[in-house]
């Protein structure tokens, strides 16, 4: 079995853990009408991570339960650890309980590298905002998630959900290279703020354009134009702002 098969039946039995992404609990409402009333709400579980990467610690991570192989892969890629998708080939992932070891022939961090002009349109941000407002799964089940969508030409992409936006734009991007998908032809859709450390995962991602239904910071926007990556925020199906477009 070689390594791409491994991590094939990791992610595949990953679907067995007992850890469910949320729980019913009874809570007790209080409204400023005087009622008391109990309610039940869907609560998110978190799940931690210890990470090796060749036998040395590299990081303590929380997430939401699930696409745990996805989010190790994306992290790696969007933080300049794994230089390519081809590595993806030699990449070798062992759990034991929370610990997670990732063993690569070579991790060196990548430097940030200016992107080339990629030539969107429109239509697909208005359709990717519109898929994003149609809510997504553990959202609507639980109001706790943040949530990433990729898109290429027409196509939507399924989206991915954590905790954290950084890690939903991990897990997106990890699916996206097991999947063979060319991240230099997409677009990244993510909610929330783009602060730096958000956007230069999109730069080390090769992902010509971002898009969030919030704004950026100000050193955010220093960086689409440094590093010529189209940065849109407060999208919506029918409006957004543009900070930097790498086509001028």
């Known amino acids: 079995m070689n390594q791409q098969a491994r991590n094939r039946e990791f992610r595949?039995?990953?679907?067995?853990?007992?850890?469910?992404?949320?729980?019913?609990?009874?809570?007790?409402?209080?409204c400023r009408n005087k009622t008391i009333r109990p309610v039940k709400k869907r609560i998110l579980?978190?799940?931690?991570?210890?990470?090796?990467?060749?036998?040395?610690?590299?990081?303590?991570?929380?997430?939401s339960p699930g696409n745990t192989t996805e989010l190790i892969a994306g992290h790696l890629y969007t933080e300049g650890i794994l230089s390519s998708p081809g590595q993806l080939e030699t990449l070798r992932i062992?759990?034991?309980?929370?610990?997670?070891?990732v063993f690569l022939k070579t991790a060196e961090k990548k430097p940030l590298v200016p992107l080339a002009a990629f030539p969107w349109e429109e239509e697909q941000i208005y359709r990717?905002?519109?898929?994003?407002?149609?809510?997504?799964?553990?959202?609507?089940?639980?109001r706790g998630t943040h949530?990433?969508?990729?898109?290429?030409?027409?196509?939507?992409?399924?989206?991915?959900?954590?905790?954290?936006?950084?890690?939903?734009?991990d897990k997106?991007?990890?699916?996206?290279?097991?999947?063979?998908?060319d991240l230099t032809a997409c677009i990244l859709f993510t909610s929330g703020r783009v602060p730096v450390d958000m956007i230069q995962k999109a730069i080390r991602g090769r992902i010509p354009v971002m898009v969030s239904n919030k704004i950026p910071t100000r050193q955010s926007i220093e960086l689409a134009r440094i590093y010529n990556i189209t940065l849109m925020g407060l999208a919506k199906k029918d409006s957004f702002c543009v900070f930097h477009d790498s086509r001028l």
């Open 45 to 63: 579980n978190e799940q931690r991570l210890e990470l090796y990467i060749n036998g040395s610690f590299y990081a303590n991570m929380t997430c």
């Open 147 to 169: 949530s990433c969508f990729l898109a290429r030409e027409d196509s939507v992409f399924e989206p991915c959900e954590d905790l954290s936006r950084h890690n939903a734009v």
């Open 128 to 142: 990717i905002a519109e898929c994003f407002e149609g809510g997504t799964p553990l959202h609507e089940k639980t």
């Open 94 to 101: 062992i759990r034991e309980e929370d610990k997670f070891h």
């Open 172 to 181: 997106a991007v990890g699916k996206a290279l097991f999947a063979g998908v």
């Open 12 to 30: 595949e039995n990953e679907t067995a853990l007992p850890q469910p992404p949320f729980q019913e609990e009874s809570l007790t409402l209080y």
